[in-house]
């Protein structure tokens, strides 16, 4: 499956993003899907991921209750909703999907398919 991430810009500390991934190829409703973000200098962390079904979801403890992940799985599309922004938020975003598993995974050697990524920066 081929991803494809989007809506990423600017916000001011406080505000909201939401985040699209695109998917073309016939396995995207089969496939678990996750969002990973990498801030400058950082390695890249789990945020989000989604069963095939809408399973799970599971966050990263630091931005739990503040993004939510879901799917639709008729637009072969996954999003990540993003709200009270905080400038740490800042870093690339990428989503990923599973290889051969439907399940929800925090960890990105689970993921065999990443996008391309869209670069969020919240302003203090």
């Known amino acids: 499956v081929q991803l494809q991430a989007s809506g990423g810009g600017l916000v001011q500390a406080g505000g909201s993003l939401r985040l699209s991934c695109a998917a073309s190829g016939r396995t995207f409703n089969t496939a678990g899907m996750g969002w990973f973000r990498q801030a400058p200098g950082k390695e890249r962390e789990f945020v989000a991921t989604?069963?095939?079904?809408?399973?799970?979801?599971y966050y990263a403890d630091s931005v739990k209750g503040r993004f939510t992940i879901s799917r639709d799985n008729a637009k072969n599309t996954v999003y990540l909703q993003m709200n009270s922004l905080k400038p740490e938020d800042t870093a690339v975003y990428y989503c990923a999907a599973r290889k051969n598993s439907r399940f929800p995974s925090q960890s990105a050697g689970d993921f065999g398919s990443w996008g391309r990524g869209t670069l969020v920066t919240v302003s203090s």
């Open positions: 989604i069963g095939w079904n809408g399973g799970g979801p």
